[in-house]
């Protein structure tokens, strides 16, 4: 099972949009919507940000939203702020019980 | 409230092997996924397997399949990551990880325990 692919960046200047993509197959990504996404600080553990594609745990910031189209989903953070500097991975389930996680994306606000 | 305490830091000789155990609190420990995620220094996460205490069989990545054996321990709500014939490239922070809010997808994360293969 290939990770799913992540670009390595993405940079933005504060209050402005970005998205991160996270393209994978029909036999993950593309066959459901157990898409998650994590946002990592260097040194902690990851955070859970987005689960189902959409959907939001408690107390994380609306800023943060998920999609979905075919075989690729998507995080968009909106209003970037300096705190949104951290590494984002996706994750899906997959056809064979399994879970990947995508490659990774290194957020900077410029 | 949730809790997933891992144990503590290991440095390992090539070819040994390694036992990360991780102690459950604050949820019914038999019905719940636990997962187990490794992270190479500088590389990304992944997913190593996972298993429901209370089904007792782990399913793990292909990668890992006959290499890593996952357990529980009901009366110590303590789950288990074994990895045997340790190389250079198994060093890695391991985490536990449980799926509490529902399943697929990893809402409660172990403090992750260093596991440093050196010769």
């Known amino acids: 099972q290939s990770a799913l692919t992540q670009p390595a960046s993405v940079s933005g200047s504060p209050g402005q949009s970005i998205t991160i993509s996270c393209t994978g197959t029909?036999?993950?990504?593309?066959?459901?919507?157990?898409v998650s996404w994590y946002q990592q600080y260097p040194g902690k553990a990851p955070k859970l940000m987005i689960f189902d594609v959409t959907n939001r745990p408690s107390g994380v910031s609306s800023r943060f939203s998920g999609s979905k189209s075919g075989n690729t989903a998507s995080l968009t953070i909106s209003g970037l702020q300096a705190e949104d500097e951290a590494e984002y991975y996706c994750n899906s389930y997959t056809s064979a019980n399994a879970y990947v996680f995508g490659t990774g994306t290194k957020v900077t606000v410029l | 409230q949730v809790q997933l305490v891992q144990s503590g830091a290991e440095v390992k000789r090539p070819g040994s092997s390694v036992k990360v155990s991780c102690k459950a609190s604050g949820v019914t420990f038999r019905t719940q996924p636990i997962t187990w995620v490794r992270q190479a220094p500088g590389q990304g996460l992944e997913w190593m397997g996972g298993i429901i205490p209370l089904f007792g069989t782990a399913n793990y990545a292909q990668k890992f399949q006959g290499r890593v054996t996952i357990t529980t321990d009901d009366s110590t709500t303590t789950a288990y990551m074994e990895l045997p014939s340790l190389t250079f490239e198994d060093t890695a922070v391991y985490y536990c990880?449980?799926?509490?809010?529902?399943?697929?997808?990893?809402?409660?994360w172990g403090q992750g325990t260093l596991v440093t293969v050196s010769s």
């Open positions: 990880v449980g799926e509490v809010g529902g399943p697929y997808y990893f809402d409660y």
């Open positions: 029909s036999s993950d990504v593309g066959r459901y919507n157990y």
